[in-house]
């Protein structure tokens, strides 16, 4: 299976490294400067278990060449539009895509540019992030992938999909449901972006300050009745076992959107938190700590 991974930051890097090393004919598609440090250095997984490097396949843009059986999208949600234009040319008549972004706004885009057909479901949990030299940091063992059919019909596409990435030295699920693990996928990522960007620290900080875990509870109602309004057909085992790792005072946790933040680098308000404030108008829900959260995230992005 010909595979191009749109991207090859902290998640693509993984993944798409992962693959390579299992024997997959994966193409990295990046930018220039990306290009020219991955030419220099090669592409650098630092993991618990060491350090590995290897010698990526790359493209960029302007290079392409033919048309790619699967490309797994892994930019950030507001490189969207940009990388949709990238990847144009890969797509051929039998071309499935993969998004791994934050949301689910990404889906309906995906749709409208490539045709329902051609999209199907993916996420992933990992805790990784860039070093200062590009390095892939994976800072836990959780290195979990997930991908089938938005309409739970996993037919023979689907199946050659799972026949290239099971075997890639990740956890891998091929799921029935992929659109209930993207639901709770949200509620895990925007409840713990929420919290942390609002109160400018960690999960441990946060539970273990006045009002700290009634915050996090409350951010996770609201988020939950959005998604529930949305079409989220509730698992309570589910959502019960994210409230509990996210409610741990012995376990601090930070999200992607928090470490962007932090370090001043756009963030990812619009397609995480804006889009269940406007899912939430839409349903008549109150939501006035999504509120608050979104006005922040707003600030930010104007001090720039």
């Known amino acids: ?37 991955l030419q220099a250095s090669g592409l650098v997984l630092q993991t618990p278990q060491g350090t590995e490097t290897l010698k990526p396949q790359l493209a960029q843009a302007s290079s392409l060449t033919g048309h790619y059986d699967l490309i797994i999208v892994t930019v950030k949600s507001f490189a969207l539009d940009q990388v949709m234009e990238d990847i144009a040319p890969a797509v051929g008549p039998e071309t499935l895509i993969m998004p791994i972004l934050n949301g689910l706004r990404h889906i309906a885009t995906l749709q409208q540019r490539f045709g329902e057909d051609r999209v199907i479901g993916g996420l992933c949990k990992i805790n990784a992030t860039l070093g200062d030299n590009g390095e892939v940091i994976q800072m836990t063992p959780l290195h979990q992938l997930y991908y089938g059919a938005l309409d739970g019909n996993n037919d023979a596409r689907l199946q050659r999909v799972d026949a290239a990435l099971r075997d890639c030295q990740v956890d891998t699920r091929f799921s029935d449901n992929i659109m209930d693990e993207l639901w709770e996928k949200w509620l895990l990522l925007s409840t713990l972006g929420a919290v ?11 539970l273990t300050s006045r009002g700290g875990e009634a915050l996090l509870q409350g951010v996770f109602s609201e988020i939950l009745s959005v998604i529930t309004a949305e079409g989220y057909q509730t698992r309570p085992a589910a959502t019960a076992r994210i409230l509990e790792l996210l409610s741990d005072p012995a376990t601090p946790m930070t999200s992607s959107m928090y470490r962007d933040l932090t370090q001043g680098f756009d963030i990812e308000a619009d397609q995480v938190i804006g889009d269940l404030l406007l899912r939430a108008k839409r349903h008549s829900l109150a939501t006035p700590l999504l509120n608050a959260v979104d006005v922040n995230l707003q600030v930010y992005l104007q001090q720039r």
């Open 1 to 37: 299976m010909r595979i191009l991974m749109a991207g090859a930051g902290a998640t693509g890097g993984y993944f798409g490294a992962r693959l390579a090393q299992a024997g997959q004919d994966v193409t990295f598609l990046v930018r220039e400067r990306r290009y020219q440090q």
């Open 196 to 206: 942390c960007c609002l109160a400018r620290g960690n999960t441990q900080q946060i």
